[in-house]
């Protein structure tokens, strides 16, 4: 079960033609699914297309009555490769994933894919994770797009364009045989707008029918010499020219402004927003999208409609390519197409823009600026007073914000079962000295930074223990290496375990088993504990690993006990035992959990049930203000406060009350051996009547020893 | 074209799970309302997790049927409303250009929540809100500052609908109180709530009341009473009034306070008589030109010294009646509830003969077969239950050990190092005055159980060692001051390596 309920939201997925929709952008493309007829749609849950699945996940109802498949696959591969239902039958589909992270996962089932072409319309909708905010390495989608010869849209960032987007992608996809991919910004993907709904569609053929009645057709096989002799020529010779001349004739790119000007600006669709903004700034554009200068919006950024640019570029001295990310790939094309027709527009560019980051309206604006000086310099006009930040933050108080505006990254939540796996990870380095460790993707990703500051490199989802294969050596220390159990179903389970067993790899491998995939937003996965009536949960990880053939396999089904994650760390690290030294560290994700069991527990202390909360505390007047537990520890609610006491200088721990009881800080505090800090506090709600009568004669006589002592101490507090 | 007409920007800087989410939708579903229309964007995924977030909201009317090109990420230099969830994100808002003075309000809540980087350092490594409000103050056009958290608990609900209520104080939007009102009460959870904590914060930023940024509660410094209404105590106070002066009183009151409290009124004389005895050479070095800056430090680190956290101590305090309701009050226990604690302690072997008398102590010590088989059945970790007759009895009894104190092991180590470490300071105190009160000063570096003191005393005593090499030098005291400072901003000491070697380098 998904972190959040996106039960409301499928209500908007009901609406019918006419009706406004009101949301967020990622739920608006899963509307214009359902409105473009898709058959099945399928994919892999990562920022920022998480929600997309989640709310698929919820909308079974809706689904079930369109006729329309759906599945979380195990992977993007998974999902790309389910893109084949397409290609022998006339199959609308769609698969999403993160991009470009999942895109690399996808690409070998995505060049099959494209070679083979596809009849039914195949949609891949990227959730492009680039600029700030980003949780992956920063590269294009487009390279994907031109090495297997698919199609890519990059659809104006309001919702009306990318849900026109999907429907114009399965036409394109249909009209040119191949598939098409969709990319859409984190911030798109979150933004709040609105579009008129049109009916939801049943697929024009069925699932069922297809699969009733298969075709096979050796031409779509990607084998030599098909993939060569056919299947390379039509990608040049059909394929291409069929999807320019759709773009063409369709309109799918969009122009701006007066039909003339000396200069013009070619930009990407997702580019046009900012580079609205950046002119309305300078004084060239109103807040409505009225432009003076005249814009050429590639709405499909692959391929290029080259009598579409020669046509813009023609006449004006100089266009300005806004392209974000890099390599420029589009604006080398634009050079050679424009300098192929011998037309002699300048084409500006990565000159003036930056290489890399966001393209933002800020960048924009200077940007265009030096484009505008350099190539038209009378419509920069009188040049208004353009906004700027600059003589502010130049001043030395701002400046000096600096020293204390804490970094704050991303990091464990309060209560993660994952923070005592590597605490006592922490404490294993304090007896035999620091490892080489190689972490994954994931939460636990979050060790790398402080308090915990472990792990050495990542190098994708599930590869973890892969990643340290090659200190398969004779030494006095072994490698850990760390995966969660969305990376090991994901992937780790061939990739890194299987690897560990076949070639006898002595080190250490921490699977955190969080019972979802935690980073995505909690999804079910095939380990999960739940039961999830749609799905195959409660397949065990250790039965798994010791099925492909790991015989040194320790599950703990409680992580808080940090004595015991210490103790069995070290045993893998001295063990004698030929191959991986496999743990499965299991607890529930906490966020996961409270969102389960919280409104339970209200309910039952409204009902008069008794219950008890746990929640633990510091003793403020026995905590030194060392700080060694939040360095165990970092548990957002495990903080700090002054006291008045004029004889303490340094502040001392303090639990808030977000504590969820997890018993981490105590657990630490005794393995560690820290201090008599830490106390649990169980709270009895609407206690019984045995409670009450045993709380009354223990509290009569621990009172009659408290006072006495009371009335005998001499002392000034 | 009309290129002047623009719309409202207002960005939102919170940390996950704050709510700014529900923030922002609240804004937009109220402009939405209004017939205006509006766009929100947001980078959730992992950057929700704890980690500081932006969500950004445009907003304008449409015009002649044609909707605005609304843009997705904020312009520094061109945001009229910023919302900050917690002081440093404001800050941080500052840091990003995000506010100038030409436009911005900035609404932001004074509280903090401290980032993993403030925490971990062993001294005090949290962040100063004034440098904060003094970059507020020139790039703000207009601040709405105050504690937004505290009162948004205080009417159950939860920071962002404070926020909320603000933002409608602050009277920044063309909008009524009542469209705000309306889009809490269509978001449809906890909405009585919500609309309790908007009310108040409404209020609050209407009048435009802003309430003074602290970056510490202040230390409570009493001047001592005269009398307490006991003889022994009164005794104490006599001393005290008759031997220091009066602006040294109020800290050397405090230390008094806890060496009694610690033990008993006869060690808040022995304390005294230590005292006093500094203060007789603070005098004889001319301390009176400083302030007696060196009996007024030695008055706390001496306190501290002796009333060092040993097993007594913590059983003491944790059986107390009064600690009984500090458990209550922290967790919010409401009357009918009932509450229990469980300790967890780890007891070693050190504590143990720690407790015993000096010679015995001396002798297991030495025994190490035994030491080493007792430390086996001693050392390990256990959950205490204080509130139950058994647990309750085993810490009295524990505590009840206070008359034997003196003549333990460790109060005889304590004893030691406290006579090594005033006889450092006193042998600067003719010659160095300033040296010698940083010398005092190192005592902070001390503190901490088992491991984490022992860390804490081989800092103090790196630290304390650099004293002879700066004993020639008038700024010597300034030296020991960053020495400490050093040695509390790592855990490995690092900071203090680094440190050492530049007071080496002075000598050289």
């Known amino acids: ?146 090495k297997s010869q698919m199609w890519l849209i990059d659809p104006r960032p309001n919702l009306e364009s990318i849900v026109k987007s999907v429907e114009d992608g399965f036409a394109l996809s249909e009209a040119s045989n191949t598939p098409v991919m969709l990319t859409v910004r984190i911030r798109a993907c979150h933004v709040h707008g609105q579009f008129i709904a049109k009916d939801n569609k049943r697929p024009a053929y069925s699932m069922k029918e297809a699969l009733e009645n298969p075709i096979r057709d050796l031409s779509r096989i990607v084998l030599p010499p098909m993939s060569i002799t056919v299947h390379d020529k039509e990608k040049l010779t059909q394929r291409w020219p069929a999807a320019v001349n759709f773009i063409r004739d369709q309109k799918l790119n969009e122009f701006f402004g007066p039909d003339e000007g000396p200069v013009g600006i070619v930009l990407q669709g997702g580019m046009y927003n900012s580079v609205i903004r950046g002119l309305q700034l300078l004084g060239l554009a109103d807040s409505y999208g009225g ?95 353009i906004p700027s930040a600059d003589l502010v933050l130049a001043s030395p108080e701002v400046k000096s914000l600096a020293d204390v505006v804490p970094a704050r990254p991303a990091g464990f939540c309060t209560g993660c079962p994952e923070r005592p796996i590597f605490a006592a990870m922490k404490l294993v380095e304090k007896e035999m000295g620091t490892h080489h460790i190689s972490a994954d993707i994931g939460c636990h990703l979050f060790s790398t930074l402080p308090p915990f500051n472990i792990g050495g490199s990542t190098m994708g989802y599930g590869l973890g223990p892969a990643s340290a294969s090659a200190f398969n050596v004779d030494a006095d220390k072994r490698p850990i290496s760390v995966m969660g159990d969305g990376g090991f179903w994901h992937n780790g389970l061939s990739s890194s375990v299987g690897n560990a067993v076949f070639n006898k790899h002595n080190g250490v491998i921490m699977i955190v088993d969080n019972h979802y995939a935690a980073a995505t937003g909690g999804q079910d996965i095939l380990s999960s504990r739940a039961n999830n009536p749609l ?33 069995t760390l070290r045993a ?22 409270q969102r389960r069991e919280k409104p339970l527990f209200s309910k039952s202390v409204k009902d008069g049930k008794r219950m008890v909360r746990e929640r633990f505390g510091v003793d403020e007047d026995t905590c030194t203000g060392d700080h060694a537990c939040i360095r165990l520890s970092g548990c957002p609610s495990l903080s700090l406060k002054h006291l008045d006491d004029p004889l303490r200088d340094d502040p001392v721990a303090a639990i808030d009350n977000s504590c969820v009881g997890c018993g981490n800080c105590g657990e630490v505090s005794e393995a560690a051996v820290l201090c008599p800090s830490f106390y649990r506090a169980d709270i009895i709600y609407n206690p019984s009547r045995t409670d009450r009568i045993v709380a009354r004669v223990r509290s009569a006589v621990i009172g009659f020893f408290q006072q006495r002592r009371r009335v005998r101490r001499v002392s000034f507090v | 074209m009309n290129t002047y007409e623009r719309p409202i920007t207002l960005a939102i800087l919170a940390m996950g799970g704050q709510g700014g989410g529900v923030l922002a939708d609240w804004v937009v579903s109220m402009a939405e309302a209004q017939g205006w229309v509006a766009q929100s964007t947001s980078v959730p995924g992992v950057a929700q997790r704890t980690g500081a977030t932006i969500y950004y909201v445009e907003m304008l009317k449409p015009s002649d049927g044609r909707s605005p090109v609304l843009s997705l990420m904020p312009t520094p230099g061109d945001v009229d409303i910023v919302l900050a969830a917690e002081f440093m994100e404001a800050g941080r808002s500052m840091l990003r250009g995000l506010v100038t ?48 958290q505290t009162l948004a608990e205080k009417n159950g609900s939860v920071i962002s609908s404070a926020l909320f209520g603000a933002l409608a104080g602050a009277a920044v939007l063309p909008f009524e109180r009542s469209a705000f009102e309306d889009a809490v009460r269509s978001g449809g ?56 002066p009066e602006n040294l009183r109020p800290m050397a009151y405090a230390g008094l306070s806890k060496v009694v409290d610690w033990q008993d009124a006869r060690y808040g004389n022995e304390y005294l008589d230590r ?121 009295y009894m524990v505590s009840a050990l206070k008359p034997m104190r003196r003549g333990m092991l460790r109060h005889s180590i304590e004893m030691e190092h406290v006579a090594h470490w005033l006889d450092v300071a006193k042998g600067q105190l003719p010659s160095n005055y300033p040296l010698a009160v940083q010398a005092l000063a190192t005592r902070r570096l001390v503190k901490g159980y088992s491991d984490t003191h022992s860390r804490g005393e081989a800092k103090f005593d790196r630290v304390l060692s650099a004293v002879p090499m700066l004993a020639g030098r008038t700024d010597g005291g300034e030296w020991l001051a960053r020495l400490v400072l050093a040695a509390l901003a790592d855990e490995a000491g690092k900071a203090l390596e680094g440190a050492l070697s530049t007071v080496r380098s002075l000598s050289d």
């Open chain 1, 1 to 146: 079960m998904a972190e959040r309920s996106f039960a409301r939201e499928v209500e908007d997925l009901k609406l019918g033609a006419g009706e406004v929709f009101r949301g967020e952008g990622i739920l608006a493309i899963t509307k214009a699914l359902l409105q473009s007829g898709v058959a099945y749609v399928g994919g892999y849950q990562g920022s920022p297309i998480s929600h997309l699945m989640d709310v698929l996940a919820d909308a079974k109802p809706v689904l079930d009555e369109l006729g329309v498949h759906f599945e979380s696959s195990a992977s993007e591969a998974t999902a790309a490769a389910m893109l084949a239902a397409s290609v022998n039958y006339p199959l609308r589909g769609a698969v999403t994933w993160k991009s470009t992270a999942g895109t690399n996962v996808a690409s070998d089932a995505l060049t099959n894919l494209a070679s083979s072409g596809v009849k039914g319309g195949a949609l891949i909708i990227l959730g492009e994770d680039y600029g700030e905010g980003s949780s992956i390495p920063q590269e294009r989608s487009h390279a994907f797009a031109m």
């Open chain 1, 572 to 593: 893998a690290l001295t063990s004698t035992e030929e191959g991986p030294k496999v743990i499965v560290a299991s607890s529930e994700c906490m966020l996961n959990k």
């Open chain 2, 101 to 148: 003075p030409d436009r911005t309000t900035l609404i932001a809540s004074t509280h903090r929540s401290y980032a993993v980087g403030e925490k971990e350092v062993p001294g005090d490594g949290i962040g100063d809100p004034l440098v904060v409000v003094a970059a507020a103050g020139i790039a703000a056009k207009h601040t709405i500052a105050f504690d937004m």
């Open chain 2, 275 to 395: 005292l006093e005895a500094l203060h007789a050479l603070d005098v004889e070095a001319g301390g009176a030109a400083h302030g007696f800056a060196f009996t007024d430090t030695a008055s706390k680190y001496l306190a501290n010294a002796m009333a060092y956290d040993d097993v007594v101590r913590v059983a003491d305090l944790k059986t107390r009646a009064s600690r009984f309701d500090r458990v209550r009050r922290e967790v919010g226990a409401r009357e009918e509830q009932l509450v229990y604690t469980t300790e967890y302690m780890h007891p070693r072997m050190e504590e143990v003969v720690g407790s015993m008398p000096k010679s015995m102590g001396n002798w297991l010590i030495a025994n190490r077969r035994l030491y080493d088989g007792m430390g086996r059945f001693v050392n390990k970790g256990r959950r205490v239950r204080t509130g139950t007759v058994f647990w309750f009895m085993a810490l």
């Open chain 1, 291 to 385: 432009t003076s200068i005249p814009l050429y919006v590639l709405n499909v950024t692959y391929p290029l409609v080259d009598d579409e640019l020669a046509r813009f570029c023609q006449g004006k001295s100089a266009v300005l390519m806004v392209e974000e990310g890099h390599p420029d790939y589009i604006e080398q094309a634009v050079n050679t197409s424009l300098r192929r027709r011998d037309i002699q527009t300048r084409v500006a560019g990565k000159d003036r823009l930056p290489m890399g980051g966001d393209y933002t309206a800020a960048v924009m604006m200077k940007g265009i600026e030096s484009f505008l000086t350099e190539f038209a310099p009378p419509l920069l006009g009188n040049r208004p007073p």
């Open chain 2, 189 to 244: 959870k906890g909405v009585d709530a919500s609309l309790r904590a908007f009310g108040a914060a409404f209020e609050r930023a209407r009048s435009g009341a802003t309430e003074p940024v602290v970056r510490r509660v202040e230390s409570k410094m009493e001047m001592p009473p005269r009398s307490v209404g006991q003889q022994q105590l009164d005794a104490l106070l006599e001393r005290l009034h008759a031997n220091l």
């Open chain 1, 535 to 567: 799905r195959s949960t409660n397949n065990s990880i250790t039965k798994a690993v010791k099925g492909i053939g790991a015989k040194w396999v320790r599950q703990i089904d409680r992580t808080y006990d940090v004595g015991k994650m210490r103790d």
